[in-house]
Structure formats: C-alpha cells, structure tokens
C-alpha cells in the first residue's frame, strides 16, 4: 500500500499495511487512530502487559519478535481525555469465538489455491446459467461432534459440493461470513470485517472450501456489508476515542438495526471498506459480493424523501469502479429496493457500477399474487406482468431470498393460497414461472423441496420431511427444473436483449393464464401457465408451422400431479393462426419449439388431458 493512497482514500490494499503481519523477525502490528493520545499492544506473546506502539503520522506500529501466528491479541487505546478502551483489531484477520473477541493472527499465505482453470475462465455470467443457493452455513446441516453443532469450512464442502451439483445449482451465496457477535445477526452487524468467523474455523479453511468449490465447478459469493457496523465497544466504534469511521452524534448516526452507519467521505473510512471489499475478491477467490442494503447508501437512512446521500453514493461508485478494475470477472450485485437509476450502469457512463441488482418488485408482486385466492387473482393479474415493463431498465436478479422466509412471513411454500396439498402445485408451478423469466436466480436454502417451517439459525434444515412424498417429488421436480435452466440456453442466453422475449397471451386475466417465448442460440422455449384453480383452455396464436415437444409440466404424476407421461404428446401445428392449449388447475408446462420439417405425418394431434389440443 502506498501512504498517500491511503490519506486521499484511493487504496485498496489497506490490509496488506494494516493489521497483524507474520515477518521473518516475528509479528508486526499496525493501526491508524489519529485521534489517540497512545496505543499499545497486549496479547498472548506479552502475557497481556501493554507495550506501547510508535507513532507516526496517525498511524501506531510495533514488531514483535515473540509474537506467532495463532497469537492472540488486543489494541489498548488511551484516548486524549484520559480513558484506556481496548479494541479488536480493524483489520485483524481471525477473532476469537463469541462472546470472547480478541484478535488473532493468521498467515494468509500459507493456503496454496488449485484454482487456476476456475479463475480462468470465469466471467460475469451475462450469457450464462447463474442459478444461485442462498445459505447460512451454519444452519444448512449440523454437525452432531460439534458442541455447537457447526461443521467446518472445510468439512462442510463435502456434504455441500455434491447436494449443489445434483441440483444444478451454478453458485453458492454464503450469508456474510465476517467475524460478528451475535448469532441472530446473522452475520450483518460485523466487528470483524476482515476475520472469517470463527464459528466455521480458520481463514485458511475458508480459502480451501472456496477453492473445493471452483474444483468443482462451482462459484462462490460473499455476502458484504458495507453500510453499517456493529456498535459494540471493542469494535470500530469510537475507535481513537473519537468517531474515527461513523457519523458524529447526530440523527444519522445510528442505522434502522441500531448499528454505526458509516461516514465515507473520511479516508480512513473509505480506505477500510473499499479494502475489505477487494480483500474476500482477492485472498479468499470469492467470484462475487453480494453488497447489503445499497437503499441506505443511497438515501439518507435509507428514506428517499430525505434525500441523496452524496457521500455514500460517491463511496459506492469508486468502490465498485475499484474492483471492476481489478476484478473485471467478478460479480458485483446490488440489494437495492428504490427506483434509483443506473444501478447496474458502469460508473464511466454515471451509473453505480453493479453488475446486477436483485429485483425486489418482482418478488413482492409474485408472492403477493400466490397469496391471493384464485377468485380474486383476475383483479390482480397485472402483478405477473409488470416486471417486464421495467426489466431492461437495469440487469436484474430474481431473488427469494432469506428474508422471505422469516419474521413471520412464512417460507415460500408456505406463502402459496390455501391447504397444505394445494400449496404444492401452485409453488411448482410458481417456480416455473421464476426459471422461465428473464433474469438470473436466487433461492433461498429448504426452497428446493418445499420447506414449511421458517428459517431459524439455530437449527439445522428439516431434512425428515423428504421422506414424504409430497416433498420428495417436489424436490425431484425443482432438480428437473432447474437443470432446464442450466441446460436450455433460450432460458439463459441474451436474457437482457429485449428481442430474446416475446408474450404469446399477457392479457388474459379471466382464466389467470399467461404465455411468453424464450429464444435464444436458435432455440425456441413456449411457456404456458394457469394459475387458476380450474383446468383452462385457450388459443395462442403462432405464426409458423412447427412441432411442440413438451420439456415439463408442473402437473406430471412423478411430481405429485395428475398428467401421466403418456400424455404428454408433441404437438404439431402444420399452420399459422390459433391454436388451442389446454393446461389442469395451477400448471405450468413448457414446450421447444421444432422447426416444421420434422413433423411426421402420421403424429397427428390428440386431446391430452393436461396438455393441448
């Protein structure tokens, strides 16, 4: 790191100068705390006597010749009026486990990566499958030989790799991994920013499941929280004795969760975060950060009526101009629920620079609309539609996320109208309707074979409930979906070209029905839904002959439906105009298109009870 790059805020390798580095005379510690009166060090190597840190220019340093990597340690600071506070270091690489929270020192060179054919060959995955699994690692599965029922970065990734693989998962979404206090945070109000918690183990752990991952095809994305920080007092908070990275007192000085926000037109605070950043990118071979709650970067407290906030927004188009630069084939997304432009514009053409953002209006109008009784969906019918007027506005994620299966807000299964049997098909079909629109995936863990308990972090998923057959054939049915997905490149490729979507029949909210084609590399993909709680038939018109050969419908018998295999027939259509498609109560079915030469004369069209005629 270059000292001037530091003080106008411009660096982003703050954490190779920070923090507690191995040397070959032993361990030194830095840290900046201008506002400070002295600091000192105390850890395992002194028997936790204070030995005071030299000063210059704000920042303290000292080397250590009987300090270790595995040392444990804390800053004290004697802050100008007087008080001794000790502090965790900000950019310490390990932390103790909780409610403990000493610094710990770690060699981040000592994990050799395998990864180079991963690296690459990865890319943003504009024109590829990106169908990611949204977990919190700790209560995916538990570990009975663990007190507290966590198994470690490593360990895990041989039960995650192949539970992934088998469902055509392309990347997995860790909810934030950083060093925080507080089980039921979740990983949101961090005190370690740069210290992988020690719930899973160690940072050499984490880089081996990451690089298990990409050895196996699989990415991996960090969930980052650059807003806000924890308020706990050996923190950031208050650091020198003076607020070092928040906002003074005053009314936006303390988030919605009761955290710090952070102030970044400081350097120090720019530095840390646009570091820390380019730090999960850079040594641990993350391919992504998902970045939390962008609406509160952009607005004051996160509320549009107050205003822009110029600070942070400026922060987060040089962060994101920062590590475009020197990750140009690494995801930036963006949890963003305002109206704000350019999102995922690059920030040369005054954009914010994110490569994609999640679409929350997506998925509020597509839970809200399976929450409405079938008799009342006709009024809300424009809710399945409206999301293609904005699509190409920006580059969107379609997301059902963690927050969708908390708080009281039921799991995704469970949000679906009606009894407990009727819940199953209208999900089915619901998540077909998810993989066939335009825009990359996101689920949540349990989605996949219908959890209906909500999500708690102290226990692990419901795993018996696949011994029921309602669950099974559910989770086989989204496996087969989302292998689709992954396969059919009309169902990936060009996405965010508006020539590659086309609506057969939006405007049919008497029978809750709706029809689209996917094209894309010289494939055709029909989708035809009923979302209706009675069996519909209607017309569609085409414009060519063709043959339908069906790919899946939501209501086949090995899914728990009601359509047998034999009657799913291909369909010849052997001239343009209308043509009438017959789909049961709550089904989703998709057809590829053929070209016209390969019907056969003799295939003539019957009247299959679930699919058309």
Same mark, same amino acid.
């Given at each position: 790191?270059?000292?001037?790059?530091?003080?106008?805020?411009?660096?982003?390798?703050? *954490?190779?100068?920070?923090?507690?580095?191995?040397?070959?005379?032993?361990?030194?510690?830095?840290?900046?705390?201008?506002?400070?009166?002295?600091?000192?060090?105390?850890?395992?190597?002194?028997?936790?006597?204070?030995?005071?840190?030299?000063?210059?220019?704000?920042?303290?340093?000292?080397?250590?010749?009987?300090?270790?990597?595995?040392?444990?340690?804390?800053?004290?600071? *004697?802050?100008?009026?007087?008080?001794?506070?000790?502090?965790?270091?900000?950019?310490?690489?390990?932390?103790?486990?909780?409610?403990?929270?000493?610094?710990?020192?770690?060699?981040? #060179?000592?994990?050799?990566?395998?990864?180079?054919?991963?690296?690459?060959?990865?890319? &943003?995955?504009?024109?590829?499958?990106?169908?990611?699994?949204?977990?919190?690692?700790?209560?995916?599965?538990?570990?009975?030989?663990?007190?507290?029922?966590?198994?470690?970065?490593?360990?895990?990734?041989?039960?995650?790799?192949?539970?992934?693989?088998?469902?055509?998962?392309?990347?997995?979404?860790?909810?934030?991994?950083?060093?925080?206090?507080?089980?039921?945070?979740?990983?949101?109000?961090?005190?370690?920013?740069?210290?992988?918690?020690?719930?899973?183990?160690?940072?050499?752990?984490?880089?081996?499941?990451?690089?298990?991952?990409?050895?196996?095809?699989?990415?991996?994305?960090?969930?980052?929280?650059?807003?806000?920080?924890?308020?706990?007092?050996?923190?950031?908070?208050?650091?020198?004795?003076?607020?070092?990275?928040?906002?003074?007192?005053?009314?936006?000085?303390?988030?919605?969760?009761?955290?710090?926000?952070?102030?970044?037109?400081?350097?120090?605070?720019?530095?840390?975060?646009?570091?820390?950043?380019?730090?999960?990118?850079?040594?641990?071979?993350?391919?992504?950060? !998902?970045?939390?709650?962008?609406?509160?970067?952009?607005?004051?407290?996160?509320?549009?009526?107050?205003?822009?906030?110029?600070?942070?927004?400026?922060?987060?188009?040089?962060? #994101?101009?920062?590590?475009?630069?020197?990750?140009?084939?690494?995801?930036?997304?963006?949890?963003?629920?305002?109206?704000?432009?350019?999102?995922?514009?690059?920030?040369?053409?005054?954009?914010?620079?994110?490569?994609?953002?999640?679409?929350?209006?997506?998925?509020?109008?597509?839970?809200?609309?399976?929450?409405?009784?079938?008799?009342?969906?006709?009024?809300?019918?424009?809710?399945?539609?409206?999301?293609?007027?904005?699509?190409?506005?920006?580059?969107?994620?379609?997301?059902?996320?963690?927050?969708?299966?908390?708080?009281?807000?039921?799991?995704?299964?469970?949000?679906?109208?009606?009894?407990? +049997?009727?819940?199953?098909?209208?999900? !089915?079909?619901?998540?077909?309707?998810?993989?066939?629109?335009?825009?990359?995936?996101?689920?949540?863990?349990?989605?996949?074979?219908?959890?209906?308990?909500?999500?708690?972090?102290?226990?692990?998923?419901?795993?018996?409930?696949?011994?029921?057959?309602?669950? +099974?054939?559910?989770?086989?049915?989204?496996?087969?979906?989302?292998?689709?997905?992954?396969?059919?490149?009309?169902?990936?490729?060009?996405?965010?070209?508006?020539?590659?979507?086309?609506?057969?029949?939006?405007? #049919?909210?008497?029978?809750?029905?709706?029809?689209?084609?996917?094209?894309?590399?010289?494939?055709?993909?029909?989708?035809?839904?009923?979302?209706?709680?009675?069996?519909?038939?209607?017309?569609?018109?085409?414009?060519?002959?063709?043959?339908?050969?069906?790919?899946?419908?939501?209501?086949?018998?090995?899914?728990?439906?009601?359509?047998?295999?034999?009657?799913?027939? #291909?369909?010849?259509?052997?001239?343009?105009?209308?043509?009438?498609?017959?789909?049961?109560?709550?089904?989703?079915?998709?057809?590829?298109?053929?070209?016209?030469?390969?019907?056969?004369?003799? &295939?003539?069209?019957?009247?299959?009870?679930?699919?058309?005629?």
């Amino acid at each position: 790191m270059y000292i001037d790059d530091f003080f106008s805020g411009r660096a982003f390798d703050a *954490y190779e100068f920070f923090g507690a580095h191995p040397t070959s005379n032993g361990v030194v510690f830095r840290t900046f705390a201008p506002g400070a009166g002295k600091v000192a060090i105390i850890g395992d190597f002194n028997d936790w006597h204070p030995w005071q840190l030299h000063c210059d220019r704000g920042i303290w340093e000292l080397e250590v010749p009987q300090a270790k990597v595995g040392d444990k340690y804390k800053f004290v600071i *004697y802050t100008r009026s007087g008080e001794m506070i000790e502090h965790c270091d900000p950019y310490g690489f390990g932390m103790e486990l909780r409610p403990n929270w000493a610094s710990i020192v770690r060699d981040l #060179n000592v994990y050799k990566f395998t990864d180079e054919k991963w690296l690459a060959r990865r890319d &943003k995955n504009y024109n590829k499958p990106l169908n990611i699994y949204e977990m919190h690692l700790g209560s995916w599965k538990t570990n009975e030989d663990d007190e507290n029922g966590w198994y470690d970065y490593a360990a895990i990734a041989e039960l995650l790799i192949p539970y992934l693989k088998e469902h055509g998962y392309t990347h997995v979404e860790f909810m934030p991994l950083s060093e925080h206090p507080a089980d039921c945070s979740w990983g949101y109000q961090n005190t370690g920013f740069y210290a992988p918690t020690s719930r899973y183990g160690t940072a050499e752990q984490l880089m081996e499941l990451i690089d298990k991952l990409h050895n196996a095809d699989i990415g991996a994305i960090m969930d980052f929280v650059p807003v806000h920080f924890a308020i706990d007092g050996y923190a950031l908070r208050n650091f020198d004795g003076t607020p070092l990275y928040e906002y003074p007192e005053s009314d936006v000085s303390v988030s919605e969760w009761g955290t710090c926000n952070f102030l970044f037109n400081k350097p120090s605070s720019a530095v840390f975060m646009q570091s820390c950043a380019n730090y999960w990118l850079e040594k641990y071979h993350f391919d992504g950060l !998902r970045m939390d709650a962008i609406s509160r970067a952009i607005y004051w407290q996160g509320q549009p009526e107050r205003g822009v906030n110029p600070n942070s927004v400026n922060f987060i188009k040089q962060m #994101n101009a920062g590590l475009q630069r020197l990750h140009p084939n690494c995801m930036l997304i963006a949890e963003d629920s305002t109206a704000f432009p350019k999102i995922t514009c690059p920030v040369e053409y005054d954009g914010m620079g994110f490569d994609y953002k999640w679409d929350l209006g997506w998925m509020n109008d597509t839970l809200n609309y399976f929450r409405t009784p079938p008799s009342e969906r006709p009024a809300q019918h424009n809710k399945l539609t409206f999301s293609m007027f904005y699509f190409y506005n920006e580059l969107y994620m379609l997301e059902l996320s963690h927050d969708e299966n908390v708080h009281g807000k039921a799991t995704v299964v469970q949000k679906m109208w009606g009894d407990y +049997e009727q819940k199953f098909p209208q999900a !089915r079909a619901m998540y077909a309707y998810m993989f066939t629109h335009p825009g990359k995936k996101l689920n949540f863990m349990g989605g996949e074979f219908a959890l209906f308990r909500e999500w708690d972090e102290t226990r692990e998923q419901d795993w018996d409930i696949l011994k029921y057959p309602l669950h +099974e054939s559910f989770d086989r049915y989204m496996k087969k979906l989302m292998g689709l997905y992954k396969t059919e490149p009309a169902l990936h490729n060009a996405e965010y070209n508006s020539d590659t979507f086309r609506w057969l029949m939006a405007d #049919n909210a008497e029978q809750c029905s709706y029809a689209y084609i996917r094209t894309a590399e010289n494939q055709t993909i029909w989708c035809l839904f009923n979302f209706s709680d009675k069996e519909q038939t209607f017309p569609l018109n085409t414009d060519k002959p063709c043959e339908l050969l069906p790919l899946l419908s939501s209501d086949e018998q090995t899914y728990s439906g009601s359509t047998s295999a034999n009657e799913l027939k #291909n369909i010849a259509i052997e001239m343009a105009g209308a043509h009438k498609f017959t789909l049961p109560p709550f089904t989703a079915v998709l057809y590829e298109e053929l070209p016209a030469e390969t019907i056969k004369p003799a &295939k003539t069209a019957k009247k299959p009870k679930s699919a058309a005629k």
